[in-house]
């Protein structure tokens, strides 16, 4: 079973940058596609990015493309969420998500979720 545990979310003015972390314990690191979701109140939960398992492949939301950057790091074992030219519409609370072997893509059958982190994006 993988445990996930974000952080880094918190208050940004629109324009600004966040970096999220998403700490993981539990399986197999190297072999885990990572991905990010958002949900905002009275929403369903979106997916916003997505990494392959084998790190070579990225899948994004045509809402964060050229903005949001996802990465990992297999040493420490954490997935990052690099989020820049933040903007109003980006507020929700951010989920990290993790699928043994899966590609990263929205359809794949994410089995471990983190407990989330608040993004709010205000002036």
């Known amino acids: 079973q993988v445990q996930l545990v974000e952080s880094g979310g918190g208050l940004v003015q629109p324009g600004g940058a966040l970096n999220l972390s998403c700490a993981a314990s539990g399986g197999t690191f190297s072999t885990l596609a990572m991905g990010w979701f958002r949900q905002v109140p009275g929403s369903e939960r979106e997916f916003v990015a997505g990494?392959?398992?084998?790190?070579?492949?990225?899948n994004y939301a045509d809402s964060v493309k050229g903005r949001f950057t996802i990465s990992r790091d297999t040493t420490t074992r954490t997935a990052y969420l690099q989020m820049n030219s933040l903007k109003a519409e980006d507020t929700a609370v951010y989920y990290c998500?993790?699928?043994?072997?899966?590609?990263?893509?929205?359809?794949?059958?994410?089995?471990?979720w983190g407990q989330g982190t608040q993004v709010t994006v205000s002036s």
């Open positions: 990494l392959h398992w084998s790190g070579r492949n990225t």
């Open positions: 998500a993790a699928d043994p072997l899966g590609i990263g893509r929205e359809s794949d059958p994410w089995s471990s």
